[in-house]
Nanobody
Framework: QVQLVESGGGLVQPGGSLTLSCAAS????????MGWYRQAPGKQRELVAG???????NYADSVKGRFTISRDNAKNTVYLQMNSLKPEDTAVYYC???????????????WGKGTLVTVSS
């Protein structure tokens, strides 16, 4: 089986910083894109940032210049450095990976269970 486990969420004051981590484990052959999504109460899940296996990145307009996504391919881990946090960044943040399991021909989507980020004074 494959698991994505997030960590690093919590309560932070406006203007503060947090770093999220997500480690993929299990019978993984290779990982294509990884990314972070978020879902605020009453809203749809949205892409925050993505990164390809080659290191190309993309960001939601709302986080450009404040968030940085990175990955360690050797550890199958993706990170999200979040700076200058705002109350509107409050959401459950989900890790996503598009990956090949060992012994399969097709890549599939996998999701973590989410980690809550609350930005409040």
């Amino acid at each position: 089986q494959v698991q994505l486990v997030e960590s690093g969420g919590g309560l932070v004051q406006p203007g503060g910083s947090l770093t999220l981590s997500c480690a993929a484990s299990g019978t993984i052959f290779s990982i294509n894109a990884m990314g972070w999504y978020r879902q605020a109460p009453g809203k749809q899940r949205e892409l925050v940032a993505g990164i390809t296996s080659g290191g190309n990145t993309n960001y939601a307009d709302s986080v450009k210049g404040r968030f940085t996504i990175s990955r360690d391919n050797a550890k199958n881990t993706v990170y999200l450095q979040m700076n200058s946090l705002k109350p509107e960044d409050t959401a459950v943040y989900y890790c996503h990976a598009d990956l090949y399991k060992m012994g399969t021909a097709d890549a599939m989507d996998y999701w973590g269970k989410g980690t809550l980020v609350t930005v409040s004074s």
